[in-house]
């Protein structure tokens, strides 16, 4: 498998489908009330994992035959660009990102605050990456990076999708707030679903086509 197309999938998928996401927000509100390269460093690490374990749920999923993951594949990425594209469709013009922002102040109100007798670097790691994996187990983007997984190059994808959690993170927590504000919730849901059915389509081309 191509290592330089499981990178592109990854990078481009994870970067646009992230951007304004529940971890998004996650790690902006947390950057808001901690030093930011420890929160940089819990969001980052808690992310990584979860890409290492979709990539290997990936792999599981691809000793199963080959012709049959890739319609599934098909399915998965042409059924969630559908669905992402219904859900812009709904939304207004000027809809924000409020809903995602409130979900994200929500899950960080209920686990109790950073102890001032713990260290503040592991204590504030070790909160951003719980509240990180938690709101990020069962995402579209960790069902991506699986399916992506069992039909492209796993460390390619694995890199991609890495460096693409990188970007958000790095730009949640330096600028997160001012970004969201600035972004529209039905251009961000539109391009991923654009991005979802591309990838589909690309897909079930190669199939149809015996590639």
Request: aromatic share 8%; proline share 2%.
């Amino acid at each position: 498998m191509n290592i330089l197309t499981g990178f592109t999938a990854g990078l481009l998928l994870i970067t646009l489908s992230e951007l304004g996401d529940k971890t998004f927000f996650i790690g902006a509100l947390l950057a808001m009330r901690h030093p930011r390269r420890w929160v940089f460093v819990g969001v980052t690490a808690a992310l990584f994992t979860m890409t290492v374990l979709s990539v290997l749920l990936g792999q599981v999923a691809a000793l199963m035959p080959l012709h049959y993951v890739k319609w599934a594949a098909v399915v998965l990425f042409i059924g969630g660009g559908a669905k992402l594209l219904y859900d812009a469709a709904a939304m207004g013009a000027n809809d924000t990102l409020e809903a995602e922002q409130a979900a994200a102040c929500a899950a960080i109100q209920q686990q109790a605050p950073v102890s001032s007798r713990r260290g503040l670097a592991s204590a504030v790691v070790l909160r951003a990456f719980t509240l990180t994996f938690v709101a990020e187990w069962g995402d579209r983007t960790q069902l991506a990076t699986l399916t992506l997984a069992a039909t492209h190059s796993p460390l390619g994808v694995m890199v991609g999708a890495t460096l693409g959690h990188a970007i958000c993170a790095a730009i949640a927590v330096v600028s997160g707030k001012w970004i969201a504000g600035k972004l529209s919730e039905r251009w961000l849901t539109t391009m991923s679903g654009g991005l979802f059915l591309l990838f589909g389509v690309v897909a079930a081309f190669a199939l149809i086509n015996g590639s």
